[in-house]
């Protein structure tokens, strides 16, 4: 009977661990960790497509967090999402020309905004705008355009000249483009 009981108590113990390690890696997984928040100051920028950004999303540049994704509101008139960009304040030395965009971790993983610093001398403030943002890739459009292949001619598209260049003149010839 002893041993029947040490058993199950070895049994509980091992699923109870095992639901613990669950929980940490969800929470280490997920952006609800492993940041700390202080004092912080408001930046905004407009997007047209934010993907599946989500509140508290991590705000990065060169890969370190900084920040995080404070609210995400919609332009009733332009039809934008307005993402309101919680960064710290030891980080006061963002130039006012940088940039937003919103990646990816990972093939499948969160959506963060990363910022691409510019070169100017003024620095961000308290409710400033980013003048230049990128969207989020949508990994629908790009399996799209690559099951649809947009460098492969179309059936109406009128014959490539020939490569020689016989009929035409060095200086009538497009400059090559590179492959995409």
């Known amino acids: 009977m002893s041993q ?8 509980g113990l091992f699923i109870l661990l095992g639901f613990a390690a669950l929980g940490f890696l969800a929470t280490q997984t997920t952006s609800l960790a492993n940041y700390t928040e202080g004092a912080t100051y408001n930046v905004v920028g407009h997007f047209t497509n934010i993907g599946q950004l989500k509140l508290r999303a991590p705000v990065k540049i060169a890969g370190v967090r900084i920040g995080s994704v404070k609210a995400i509101t ?6 934008d999402a307005v993402v309101t960009l919680g960064i710290d304040k030891r980080y006061v030395q963002i130039p006012d020309d940088s ?3 919103i990646f990816t971790s990972g093939l499948l993983g969160d959506q963060y905004v990363g910022i691409q610093p510019g070169g ?25 355009k690559f099951l649809v292949g947009s460098d492969t001619p179309k059936k109406d598209a009128p014959p490539k ?3 020689d260049g016989a009929d035409k003149s060095a200086a009538d010839k497009p400059a090559p483009q590179p492959n995409k």
């Open 4 to 11: 029947k009981r040490s058993f199950q108590f070895g049994t």
């Open 74 to 79: 919609l332009t009733p008139d332009k039809l």
């Open 99 to 101: 940039a937003a965009a």
């Open 120 to 144: 100017s001398p003024d620095m961000l403030k308290e409710g400033d705008q980013f003048v230049l943002t990128q969207n989020a890739m949508q990994l629908e459009e790009l399996i799209g």
């Open 161 to 163: 000249p020939a490569a």
